[in-house]
């Protein structure tokens, strides 16, 4: 779908940075909102959920590979960097991070959650 642009390794983790910055900030606000935590810093991050049933979702870069990974739900979602989008885009869907992240935590909570 998109050409892989490959990133070097100080600039992937750059972005990387920026992204989870962004998210933590974004998931934070919305864990006070709807009851679920939130720990870590760039190097990974997890979001934990008590109600309605314990979950843990990890979301991490892959830096030999210049994606961020993250495992929710059972599943794995790889999101590699689009230059045109200025994003980490989820290549089978074409969300960025944080349409993934608000899907599955939506999809967890059973309510719509938007980061």
């Known amino acids: 779908m998109y050409a892989k642009c490959m990133l070097d390794e100080k600039d992937f983790q750059r972005k990387a940075d920026a992204a989870f910055e962004d998210l933590k900030r974004r998931m934070l606000t919305a864990g006070d909102e709807h009851g679920f935590d939130v720990e870590g810093e760039s190097g990974k991050l997890e979001v934990l959920f008590e109600e309605p ?4 979702f990890v979301i991490s870069p892959n830096t ?3 994606e961020i990974w993250v495992s929710a739900l059972s ?9 045109s989008r200025n994003a980490f885009i989820h290549e089978k869907t074409d969300e960025d991070l944080r349409a993934v992240m608000s899907r599955v ?6 309510a719509q959650v938007t980061l």
């Open 105 to 110: 935590i939506s999809q967890q909570l059973g």
């Open 53 to 56: 049933r314990e979950a843990k």
């Open 75 to 83: 599943t794995s979602f790889k999101l590699g960097w689009n230059e």
């Open 64 to 66: 030999p590979v210049r």
